[in-house]
Every structure is written in structure tokens, then in C-alpha cells.
């Protein structure tokens, strides 16, 4: 597996977000983890790129035991965080932006390369790279967001609710594109609150409900089972 979590306690000082969480992402899949607000989906997106430090369980990455280091040791080891509400830098310019993406050393080397698939990927943002990042709509700034991500070469592309405010003609798109991400070589784990469509672009998928996994399977299996489809989609 190239990312594994097991056994992971996260908190806020002594008020615990999530218990026993386990997952798996492995190389090629998109994994996503679905559940209410306040389930703890965005803690446990956080943790497991080095945002926040877990007092129990593991982060593994490839093997290697990732919970005690720094939250950059996580970029360089090729784990990229997409964050919930997109935490571009307004006043800078696209392309500023996404150079932002590629100053670990091995990243940076690649800077043209990686410019080209990210203008592949999202030929507006070439259109706009001499504009300031607040200008753009919210679907270009989720673009953006993702192009940055990719700047840094990653093995893994962690997305944090990527469709939150996006107007639902563009979430069509913003799902495409994460399919893509996927397809050009990286996995891809996903947190969101629109089930369906998390669902549709999965390979496996977890439910987290008041901090803990309560279900998880294929997206066929979980669509079956009647708490899913009451909970979730109104059936």
C-alpha cells in the first residue's frame, strides 16, 4: 500500500476529533472518505499530510513511518494537500501561485515540465497566468489549487472538500479533473460531502461518522447498505 493509517487518535487539546480511524490508499486509486459536517473528515485529511499530529496510531507512506515528522518532510516525500477553501495567495499571480507548489528541492528542478501539465490540465490558468489569483472565479481558483498541488511532483494528491461553493456546472468538471490526476500517475484521497460524485470517481470509499469509520467498501457495496442510502442520499 503506498499510504497506510492505522489506529489514528487526533485531537484539539483534549477534545478528540477522531478515534481508530484506519485506512489504505494504494498506488493508482482514488479512495474517499465521506460523512456529515463535523464527522472529522477535514481533521483526518490534515493529519495525514502532517498538519496536525496524531497522539495515537501511524502514518505509513511507502513504508516508511511518516507520524513524527514535519509537515514539510510530508511535500518533500510526495504526499500534496489541497485544502478545504483553497488558501491561494489573492494578490499574487497565478503563476506565482504555482511556483509556490515546487520549492522543495526536488520539485523545483522540474519547474517548466511541471508548468506545461498543469497549463495541460487547466488551459485557463495559462489564459490567466499574469492574473492576480483573487480575480479569478471560484472553479478557476479550485484549478489553481490543484495545479499547485502538482507542482511538487506528488505520489498522492490529498483533496479536501474540492467541490465546496463551486457552482454544480463546474463540479462535473472539477470531478474530471481529479480523474485525470489520477490517470497521469497520482493517487488521489478525497474528502467530500457530496456523496454521489465522491462515490461515482472512487475505487474504495470509507464512511466516518462522529470521528470513527463505520463503513467501507467499493462504492457499489456502500450504495446497497440502508444506512447509506437513508443517511446520505434520501432514500
Not at 203 to 220: F, K, N, W
Request: proline share 4%.
Amino acid at each position: 500500500m503506498l499510504l497506510e493509517v492505522r489506529d489514528l487518535h487526533v485531537g484539539y487539546g483534549d477534545a478528540t476529533a477522531i478515534w481508530d480511524v484506519s485506512l489504505q490508499v494504494g498506488a493508482g486509486e482514488i479512495v474517499s472518505v465521506i460523512g456529515p459536517n463535523g464527522a472529522g473528515k477535514t481533521t483526518l485529511i490534515n493529519a495525514t499530510a502532517g498538519l496536525l499530529r496524531c497522539s495515537h496510531g501511524t502514518i505509513s507512506f511507502d513504508g516508511q513511518d511518516m507520524a513524527q515528522l514535519r509537515a514539510h518532510e510530508f511535500c518533500a516525500h510526495g504526499i500534496a494537500l489541497v485544502p478545504e477553501g483553497r488558501r491561494l495567495f489573492a494578490r499574487m499571480s497565478v503563476e506565482e501561485n504555482l511556483e509556490v507548489g515546487c520549492y522543495i528541492p526536488g520539485a523545483r528542478s522540474f519547474r517548466s515540465a511541471s508548468l506545461e501539465r498543469v497549463y495541460g490540465l487547466f488551459p485557463v490558468l495559462r489564459d490567466k497566468h499574469r492574473q492576480p489569483a483573487g480575480e479569478l472565479s471560484g472553479g478557476q481558483q479550485q484549478m489553481l489549487a490543484i495545479g499547485r498541488a502538482i507542482m511538487a511532483r506528488p505520489r498522492i494528491v490529498l483533496l479536501d472538500e474540492p467541490s465546496l461553493g463551486l457552482a454544480p456546472t463546474i463540479v462535473d468538471d472539477m470531478f474530471a479533473i481529479i480523474r485525470r490526476v489520477r490517470d497521469e500517475g497520482a493517487a488521489v484521497l478525497l474528502v467530500e460531502q457530496n456523496v454521489v460524485k465522491a462515490l461515482d470517481v472512487a475505487d474504495r470509499a470509507y464512511v466516518l461518522e462522529q470521528g470513527r469509520i463505520v463503513s467501507t467498501g467499493v462504492p457499489e457495496t456502500l450504495l446497497s447498505e440502508p444506512h447509506i442510502r437513508e443517511a446520505y442520499l434520501g432514500v
